[in-house]
């Protein structure tokens, strides 16, 4: 069926060129069907009609994709909660379980600058970068909590959990913001003030004397008047500044 309505296509490509353009587009929508089923139209319909149901399918999920991913952008930390999350990641962290592909058996010791160049994708991206609908916020308590330790109250380092170096300065950007903003705890080291004044408990901080009230002749300094110069010494400074001595 497809051979033959490719002959008639050149036959009427031959006479008239008005013809191409429908015969063309139900060429390629007669391909599109070797790789998926759905019906195709009859290539002689209006252009206003659409030529393939596939191509209509194909919209209305790219359609539902950016949906779902303006859905989360105003408010991403209501991804965190919501059964789509919980069926991909349960109770454990995005970037548990990761592991980057790599040549060799000993992993790299840096992870790669970012997972997205324009619109290409590596093969392996980061836990980051592989859902879209994770956007780092300083509100998204939820997950900045996964990237940081409890013991030290630090971010974890990235050959731990796998995060580009590009989101990963998103992440410490984040982090530190949500504690400007009060949104994460953080500790300030307890210092025990005793109450009593440093200021001249000790020579090196105490205040200077004022100073001695020098007669006419006196050096500021008593034992500068009892040092002789050597006179070879004098001679050999006089001899190089003679011009400056005049």
């Known amino acids: 069926m497809a051979a033959s309505f490719q002959g008639i296509a050149k036959l009427l490509g031959r006479l008239s060129p008005s013809f191409l353009h429908p015969l063309r587009q139900y060429r390629l929508c007669l391909q599109r069907l070797r790789v998926g089923p759905g019906p195709c139209l009859s290539p002689f ?13 194909q919209d209305e999920n790219a359609t539902q994709a950016t949906e ?11 991804y965190l909660e919501s059964e789509e999350y919980i069926e991909k990641y349960g109770t454990k962290p995005v970037w548990e379980g990761y592991r980057r592909n790599h040549k060799g058996g000993i992993p ?35 997950l900045l909590q996964q990237f940081i330790s409890p013991q030290t109250g630090m971010a974890y380092d990235p ?36 109450g009593e004044d440093y200021s001249n408990s000790h020579d090196a901080v105490g205040s200077t004397s004022p100073p001695q009230s020098l007669a006419s002749g006196e050096t500021w300094y008593k034992w500068y ?17 003679k011009a400056y001595l005049k």
């Open 45 to 57: 319909v209006p252009p206003s009609h659409s030529f393939c149901k596939a191509l209509s399918l």
């Open 68 to 78: 779902a991913l303006l859905r989360y952008k105003e408010s991403p930390w209501d």
């Open 108 to 142: 790299p010791q840096k992870t790669r600058k970012t997972c997205i160049r324009g619109d290409k994708i590596c093969g392996n991206p980061c836990p980051l970068c592989r859902d879209p609908n994770i956007i780092i916020h300083y509100q998204n308590v939820k």
């Open 159 to 194: 050959t731990r959990t796998g995060v580009c170096m590009k989101r990963q300065k998103k992440l410490h950007e984040a982090i530190d913001a949500a504690k400007d903003h009060g949104f994460l705890p953080f500790q300030i080291p307890y210092v025990e003030f005793s």
């Open 225 to 241: 008047s009892e040092i002789t110069p050597d006179e070879k010494e004098v001679a050999k400074v006089k001899k190089t500044y």
